[in-house]
């Protein structure tokens, strides 16, 4: 149910534009500051816990990206 709303949500960003994409930086920062929260307690270890999770949904929404210009390549 999420992936499909996810890969929802990344077409339609894809179909817009690369200015709207910007709009997931203060998303990707929250939700990965909010997850290495509840982690952790001390700064330091959210902080980097935050930092490679922002890595893992941003490299997550470029393959899903690419698999969409793929996909729409073959079209």
Same mark, same amino acid.
């Given at each position: 149910m999420y992936l499909l709303? $996810? %890969?929802?949500? &990344?077409?339609? /960003?894809?179909?817009t534009g690369p200015v709207r994409m910007w709009y997931a930086l203060p %998303? #990707?920062?929250s939700v990965s500051l909010v997850?290495? $929260?509840?982690?952790?307690?001390a700064m330091g270890p959210i902080f980097i816990h935050a930092a490679r999770f922002a890595l893992w949904i941003l490299a997550f929404m470029a #393959?899903?990206?690419a /698999? &969409?210009?793929?996909l729409s390549w073959l079209q």
């Open positions: 709303t $996810a %890969i929802t949500c &990344l077409s339609l /960003l894809a179909d %998303i #990707i920062t997850y290495a $929260a509840t982690r952790n307690e #393959i899903v990206f /698999l &969409l210009q793929f």
